[in-house]
């Protein structure tokens, strides 16, 4: 996906450079939102055979998620 030219494939400070033009929504939370996107763009090209790769970043990307929703509970309990 391409916003103007600010967003480049492949680099963190596309999602840092978006987050400007984004009220005052936490970091993590927009990366869950991007995630989960993700997650469920991959589960619509799953084929009965052959895609055993789009199970396995499936996964990694809920990891990801978990992690970064223990960051913000971790963090709201400081606030």
């Known amino acids: 996906m391409m916003i103007g ?28 939102a991007v995630l989960k996107d993700e997650i469920e763009i991959f ?13 396995t970043t499936i996964g990694t990307l809920k990891h990801r998620i978990e992690e970064l929703e223990n960051d913000l509970a971790i963090s709201s309990r400081k606030d």
């Open 43 to 55: 589960k619509s090209r799953i084929e009965p055979t052959e895609t055993g790769h789009l199970h």
């Open 5 to 32: 030219n600010s967003i480049k494939k492949g680099n963190m400070n596309n999602l840092e450079d978006l987050k400007t033009r984004i009220a005052a929504v936490p970091m993590d939370v927009i990366k869950i």
